[in-house]
Structure formats: C-alpha cells, structure tokens
T-cell receptor, first 115, second 113 residues
Framework: GENVEQHPSTLSVQEGDSAVIKCTYS??????FPWYKQELGKGPQLIID?????GEKKDQRIAVTLNKTAKHFSLHITETQPEDSAVYFC??????????????FGQGTILTVHP | DAGVIQSPRHEVTEMGQEVTLRCKPI?????LFWYRQTMMRGLELLIY????????DSGMPEDRFSAKMPNASFSTLKIQPSEPRDSAVYFC???????????FGSGTRLTVV
C-alpha cells in the first residue's frame, strides 16, 4: 500500500512570510494528491489538489507542486495570515490509482502564524 | 447543502458499554468512509462503502468494531464493548464515486473511561 511521509511536523512563521510543507509518497502509480486543512474542533477540509499530469497548481495564496520523478509534492502558502494557522495534511491514493477513492494521509503539520 | 452530518459530537461512555456513531453523507455521494484520528496514529481509514456496500474493512481494528450502511443516506459505526484505547475522534467522509476529494463531517469525539 501507499506510504506518505510529511515534514515538518510543526512550522512556525511570522505573518506575511511563506510556509512550505513537503510530502513524499511510495507508490509510483499514485495519480492524485490532495491537501487538507483542519482547524480546531473541525474535520479536515480539502483546500487544493493536483493530478499527476501537471507539475504545479495555484489558487490565490496557495500552490501545490509535484515532482513525480522524486515522488514528492509540496504545499506553498504565501503571505501567511493568522487564520492560516491549522493542521495541514497531505494524502495520496492507497494502492495507486484505484477507483474507489481510498486515501492514505500524512501525519500532519501544525502551522502557527504569529501576528 | 448541509454537508456530512455526524452525531453525536461528543460521547463519553464507560468501558464495556456499546457505542454507536452516526453519519449522514452528502446526497448523491456514492462513497462513504469512516476514519479514526489520534495523536499517535493520525488519520486511519477504518472502512469504506461504495453504493452502500462495504468494500474494504481491513482497517477495522478488531471484531468489537462493526459498520453498516442500510441506505444511501445513513451509516453507523458501532463499538461493542468499548475500551479506553478506543478514545479518539471518529470522522465520516463522503465523495462522489471515484473522486478523492472527500468532504469530512465535523467528527465525533469519543471518550471511554
């Protein structure tokens, strides 16, 4: 099955700085890589995703990059704001590209943005 | 759209008691997933259903855990008997068939004392 490693486990930045979270995966057949944001007391929420046929995707201050050769993908948050403080999870399909949508999640990164 | 609805939000029970967690997925979503979240193990997939049929329950920790989906709008996760190590936040998520972009519920925080 898929193994997903996420780093760092905690990340502290000043407001306005950039934040980068990295994940590696083991199954070369994986073809979809989502990122979730979890705020305190809530369930994870999908914030951005990327498919294996593209190398980068942006949505306002958030971007995700994918390196299929090295089997890693990263979340980039620019101009961070205090409301970006949360736990961020990366994920990859379990068992490669199955049709039922099973995901393996990374261990999470606690992002703290200091005003 | 009310999203994925879970109940109860919090549950405190004594060891040995039966616990039932409930989930209503988003209408039209064919896939439903039960995850457990703990500090030590992160987010673990327990079981998932496709079109109300259990597809993979290999993540269910032991026979004390069972899950059902009697129709497209309702699923339950039952623990009987409960143990302190079952304390965790249990999430239900749903998605359109074959789509990995889950929508999670707000979770049920279970505490077994």
């Amino acid at each position: 099955g898929e193994n997903v490693e996420q780093h760092p486990s905690t990340l502290s930045v000043q407001e306005g700085d950039s934040a980068v979270i990295k994940c590696t995966y083991s199954d070369s057949a994986s073809n979809y890589f989502p990122w979730y944001k979890q705020e305190l007391g809530k369930g994870p929420q999908l914030i951005i995703d990327i498919r294996s046929n593209v190398g980068e995707k942006k949505d306002q201050r958030i971007a995700v990059t994918l390196n299929k050769t090295a089997k890693h993908f990263s979340l980039h948050i620019t101009e961070t704001q205090p409301e970006d403080s949360a736990v961020y999870f990366c994920a990859a399909p379990r068992g490669g590209g199955t049709s039922y949508g099973k995901l393996t999640f990374g261990q999470g990164t606690i992002l703290t943005v200091h005003p | 759209d009310a999203g994925v609805i879970q109940s109860p939000r919090h549950e405190v029970t004594e060891m040995g008691q039966e616990v039932t967690l409930r989930c209503k997925p988003i209408s039209g979503h064919n896939s439903l997933f039960w995850y457990r979240q703990t500090m030590m193990r992160g987010l673990e997939l327990l079981i998932y259903f496709n079109n109300n049929v259990p597809i993979d329950d290999s993540g269910m920790p032991e026979d004390r855990f069972s899950a059902k989906m009697p129709n497209a709008s309702f699923s339950t996760l039952k623990i009987q008997p409960s143990e302190p190590r079952d304390s965790a936040v249990y999430f239900c998520a749903s998605s359109p068939q074959g789509f990995y972009g889950y929508t999670f519920g707000s979770g049920t925080r279970l505490t077994v004392v």
